[in-house]
């Protein structure tokens, strides 16, 4: 068959192969999702960066943090991140894991020469590279499932609305050539040019999946790469030594992949042994925001501080990828007259991958915090930190005129729907001896989902450290502990009592070693 896709096989394409618009809401979410960062001194801390100063997290924190600084310094942030999952679905419990190497941070502060005779006495300048999010993930999981198959999604999908004749589904393949092999522009059309659904009407509609009664072993993995990085360009002033104020503009990168496989394995039955679903993204970005921050010191014991972040308005690629692969009993398939038996025509099917261009905006973000010195021995600093989920925002120009306001006005509605703002709360604390620093932090990251489904969301971070520092030298180290809950489902039907999904425990473990030198 030649390649012969309309317009309406195109959009029919992007609308099964890309997910529905309101998924989007999701990834905005993910991309703007808030995580513990910083130096491995104010890892150690919990985090806090609202109210602590004269450190190169102040770069990407509070800002006016640098207003601290008497000399110049360049540090950076190398780090091993473990990820540990456990995973429940329909009763089955697996774990995996994975770790990797990366460098966290990297900065360089320029401080300028004090100027005695003023009121503004120094100022500086800094630039840091810093991993804001990492998307580094893996879980697998297994189910016995005696409800549905990943097929009677798609069967319900090209039976909404009055359903898709079979013209058009013929329409969106493209059988190719013996050295090419075949192509589906959507993935209905993969499904019934395998036989995997098959028409009862006329026309096509309805259609019923080829095996619609077997019980099935599910077995799924997702592994995912990337990270949401930002260099950071900060100036800050200190007045009279007691009001420090800075401002950062942040230019930040986003790199993300994933691929998912999901695969259906029939029991006992007479026409399928399995069938797999495999899912690819990939994902490039960039973005830009601003902060603007103030430290005060009300006396020697007792300073308070704040910050407030700008959204980041980014520019998203993403590129979609989908294939689905059969093995059939005796490599057979029932489509003759009467069912008699064929051989299959196929065992794997790409779908066509589709791109997208949208431009997000993540939440404005506000922290305001205090910092508590005792007698020279230490701090106790903390925050509560303003997260505005509910305003996160997307749209595009990549469609016609109406789609692009139909995808910014259903994004936005389910934002609505399924983010609300938070609070966030961090504490820390330092004691210091000599050359010697202790520290330990924690912080409770709050669930921003409306809708909890018995699942809460929400994340407690815990995180201690050492480190010492001479005139001349710093050494830094610090582990955090990162645990939480979430959920993923394979598929959706339309009554939510035929699927299940994936409850996943998430434990993080990031060790972080920041030296660094002044000048």
């Known amino acids: 068959m030649t390649k012969s896709i309309s317009c309406g096989g195109f959009i029919l394409g992007l609308f099964f192969a890309l997910p529905a618009f309101s998924q989007y809401a999701g990834d905005v979410f993910r991309y703007s999702e808030v995580n513990q960062n910083g130096t491995a001194r104010f890892q150690g801390l919990g985090g806090n960066h609202a109210a602590i100063g004269g450190d ?3 770069l990407f924190g509070n800002p006016a943090g640098l207003g601290f600084y008497s000399r110049s310094e ?3 942030s190398p780090a091993v991140t473990s990820v540990n999952n456990k995973t429940t679905y329909i009763g089955d419990v697996n774990s995996s894991g994975k770790g990797n190497f990366n460098i ?3 900065s360089a502060i320029f401080t300028s020469q004090p100027g005695f005779q003023r009121k503004w006495k120094r100022s500086s300048f800094g630039i840091a590279y810093s991993r804001q999010q990492s998307f580094r993930e893996v879980y697998n999981y297994t189910g016995y499932n005696t409800k549905s198959a990943y097929v009677n999604k798609v ?3 090209v039976n909404r609305g009055g359903g898709i004749s079979t013209a058009q589904l013929e329409a969106d393949f493209d059988a190719g050539t013996a050295s090419m092999g075949p192509l589906a522009y959507s993935l209905p059309s993969a499904y019934y040019n395998m036989y995997l659904i098959n028409p009862t009407g006329v026309n096509g509609p309805p259609y019923v999946p080829l095996d619609n009664s077997s019980a099935l072993e599910q077995v799924g993995s997702y592994s995912a790469t990337g990270a949401n990085t930002q ?7 200190n007045y009279d030594d007691k009001l420090y104020v800075g401002a950062t503009i942040g230019f930040s990168r ?3 992949d994933y691929d998912r496989l999901f695969t259906d394995i029939y029991v006992d039955s007479p026409d399928i042994i399995a069938v797999d679903q495999q899912d690819g993204l990939s994902v490039r970005g960039n973005g830009a ?4 921050g103030v430290i005060y010191k009300l006396n020697p014991s007792l300073q308070l501080g704040g910050v407030l972040t700008s959204p980041t308005w980014s520019s998203i690629k993403e590129t979609f990828s989908q294939g689905v692969g059969a093995d059939f009993v005796d490599g057979k398939i029932p489509a003759g007259p009467e069912g008699a038996l064929v051989p299959a025509p196929y065992d794997f099917i790409p779908v066509k991958a589709n791109e997208f261009v949208y431009r997000i905006s993540s939440p404005f973000k506000g922290s305001f915090g205090a910092t508590y010195f005792v007698k020279g021995n230490g701090f106790i600093t903390g925050s509560l930190e303003y997260v505005g989920y509910g305003a996160m925002r997307a749209n595009t120009s990549y469609l016609s005129d109406a789609d692009n306001t139909a995808f910014k006005d259903e994004t936005v509605q389910e934002i609505k729907d399924a983010y609300r703002n938070t609070v966030n709360v961090r504490v820390g604390g330092e004691y210091r001896a000599g050359l010697f620093r202790g520290r330990v932090g924690a912080a409770y990251i709050a669930d921003p989902y409306l809708e909890r489904a018995d699942i809460d969301r929400s994340k407690l971070v815990f995180s201690a450290g050492v ?3 001479n005139d001349r030298f710093f050494a830094d180290v610090a582990g955090t502990l990162t645990t939480f809950k979430s959920a993923y489902t394979p598929y959706f039907l339309n009554n939510p009592a035929d699927y299940s999904s994936v409850i996943i425990s998430n434990r993080t473990v990031n060790v972080m070693l920041t030296v660094g030198t002044f000048f």
Do not use: C, P, Q, T
Not at 232 to 237: D, E, R
Not at 289 to 292: A, I, V
């Open 74 to 76: 360049i540090a950076i």
């Open 56 to 58: 190169a997290s102040s």
């Open 254 to 256: 986003i790199k993300y």
């Open 289 to 292: 925001n601003l902060s603007f």
């Open 467 to 469: 480190g010492v520092r």
């Open 231 to 237: 260099w950071s360009l900060s100036y800050a002033g």
């Open 155 to 157: 069967a319900e999908d």
């Open 104 to 106: 966290a941070h990297a």
